[in-house]
């Protein structure tokens, strides 16, 4: 299976615990994406790759969440401290270059309790 | 700032009849339109897209037509199938990368 792959599917953690979740893109892709979707609405752009250069984050990226794509393969999303409104699934998506659609891995469900 | 909104939370159709999706935008500057479907617990999956410069675009049972005087776009999907019953996304893309969803409608096909 060539898709975007997501690791772990399922987390639970106590609040204030840091947790960190992995992407990996489809190879050939430079983009890669994450979003965050909770119940009830679309999925919400949290940052973007190009490579290994992070071009954008969002503003419902806090100073608690970091994400790396060291050298632009793999990604990982960092979020410490963690709230309770943390709480959603993490999507992650990968891309080429250009007007190409993003392809989707199958998400982190986060639960903090 | 919801800027892509898709109205019907739900749908029901009869197996073999035509489902309409509907969506509606406000950011004149989207270029590219997307629909997605998805399963519980899966990731979103593409389905079909249409430039800003088209009107339609078709393929195979699904069909999406973009209104841009309107900022609407809809989704036909003919004949609908069981395995068609999933939450569909309409996304529409500006600054040649980001993706803005809308809330998503969920299609039950009855047999």
């Known amino acids: 299976d060539t898709g975007v792959s997501q690791d772990p599917r399922h987390k639970i953690t106590k609040r204030g615990q840091n947790v960190t979740f992995r992407c990996d893109p489809i190879?050939?892709?430079?983009?890669l994406y994450w979003y965050r979707q909770t119940l009830g609405q679309g999925p919400e752009f949290l940052t973007y790759?190009?490579?290994?250069?992070?071009?954008?984050k969002s503003r419902l990226l806090s100073d608690r969440f970091s994400a790396e794509r060291p050298k632009g393969s793999f990604s990982t999303l960092e979020i410490q401290r963690t709230e309770q409104g943390d709480s959603a699934m993490y999507l992650c998506a990968s891309s080429s270059q250009g007007p190409y659609e993003q392809y989707f891995g199958p998400g982190t469900r986060l639960t903090v309790t | 700032d919801q800027q892509v909104k898709q109205n019907s939370p739900s749908l029901s159709v009869q197996e073999g009849r035509i489902s309409i999706l509907n969506c509606d935008y406000t950011n004149s500057m989207f270029d590219y339109f997307l629909w997605y479907k998805k399963y519980p617990a899966e990731g979103p999956t593409f389905l079909i897209s249409?430039?800003?410069?088209?009107d339609k675009n078709e393929d195979g049972r699904f069909t999406v037509f973009l209104n841009k005087s309107a900022k609407h776009l809809s989704l036909h999907i003919v004949p609908s199938q069981p395995g068609d019953s999933a939450v569909y996304f309409c996304?529409?893309?500006?600054?040649?990368?980001?993706?803005?969803f809308g809330a998503g409608t969920t299609v039950t096909v009855r047999a």
């Open positions: 790759f190009q490579n290994e250069a992070q071009l954008e």
């Open positions: 190879s050939e892709h430079n983009r």
């Open positions: 249409i430039s800003s410069i088209k």
């Open positions: 996304a529409a893309r500006s600054n040649d990368y980001k993706l803005s």
